[in-house]
């Protein structure tokens, strides 16, 4: 089973620290599964490896030779070439796909990863962008097809800075939509409520965990988030109008913060959270 985590803040954070001799050499690596072999190459960087460039052979025929940046123009590194590729069958159909973990760099940023099907005719496309999170890829209902673990991103820089934010959990199924044509990820977080349950418990015991004076804005905005994955409406407002009335949603900075805080951090809670498909 193949693991990321949360791979990109931490590779960013490496990155920013590191000499600035830092080098990582030039290389390849292929990795097969049944009739298809995928190669991965790429170019010698500072920090992280550069120019990456997919071949794939299938039965013995080259059906995919060219750098990832003339599919997707964001594919132009490798944070950790050596874990970057995978193959593997993710809709259980016996034809394996071939994953590729690239790069955007940044501080804060972004791991998307292009993901190559096989339609009888060639390879098609799908590019998902897991943002500053990663994802790993589990089989959570046993069923031999793995999901994908991730967070949702889009909660950075929405509550408070991004040192406080949280990311609740969201797990996507790949498959392809009716007609068999498109590939696609679904949201399916709501189809794992003990997941989500447990988070939610471990995001509440942190912030009651909170020194006074620290901001709980981000943990808040996950946990309510969570809340709402299960159904529990009414116990997120019970929730957040205790946390109001104890100044958890109170800035710590009220000069310099330009977050919402308060009543206006409960608006703008519930608003993101109705445009972000928890409602």
């Not at 990155?15 to 790429?42: D, F, K, M, Q, Y």
């Not at 068999?180 to 709501?190: N, Q």
């Not at 299960?230 to 019970?238: N, P």
Request: aromatic residues 10%.
């Amino acid at each position: 089973m193949r693991r990321h985590g949360w791979l990109a803040v931490a590779l960013a954070t490496l990155a920013l620290a590191a000499p600035a001799h830092a080098r990582v050499p030039a290389g390849s690596r292929s990795v097969s599964a049944g009739a298809v072999t995928a190669t991965l190459s790429w170019s010698a960087g500072d920090f992280f490896a550069g120019r990456p460039a997919l071949r794939i052979v299938r039965a013995g025929v080259v059906a995919f030779d060219a750098p990832l940046a003339s599919a997707c123009r964001a594919c132009t590194s490798l944070a950790d070439p050596e874990t970057a590729l995978s193959v593997t069958d993710l809709d259980g159909d016996g034809e394996p796909e071939i994953l590729v973990d690239t790069y955007t760099g940044g501080a804060h940023c972004c791991t998307v990863t292009p993901i190559f099907r096989w339609t009888g005719a060639g390879y098609r496309r799908l590019t998902a962008s897991f943002g500053n999170v990663g994802y790993s890829l589990e089989d959570l209902d046993h069923d031999g097809r793995p999901e994908f673990v991730t967070a949702d991103d889009s909660f950075a820089y929405a509550f408070t800075a991004f040192a406080f934010s949280a990311f609740p959990l969201r797990i996507l199924d790949y498959g392809t939509d009716r007609g068999g044509r498109t590939a696609l990820l679904r949201d399916v977080t709501s189809s794992y409520p003990a997941l989500v349950a447990k988070e939610a418990a471990g995001l509440r015991h942190d912030v009651a965990r909170r020194g006074r004076g620290d901001d709980a804005r981000g943990l808040i905005a996950a946990y309510v988030a969570d809340l709402y994955r299960l159904g529990r409406r009414a116990q997120a407002a019970a929730y957040l109008d205790s946390a109001l009335r104890r100044g958890l949603l109170d800035s710590p900075d009220p000069g310099f913060d330009i977050w919402p805080a308060r009543a206006r951090y409960v608006r703008t809670l519930r608003r993101f959270l109705r445009s972000h498909g928890y409602g």
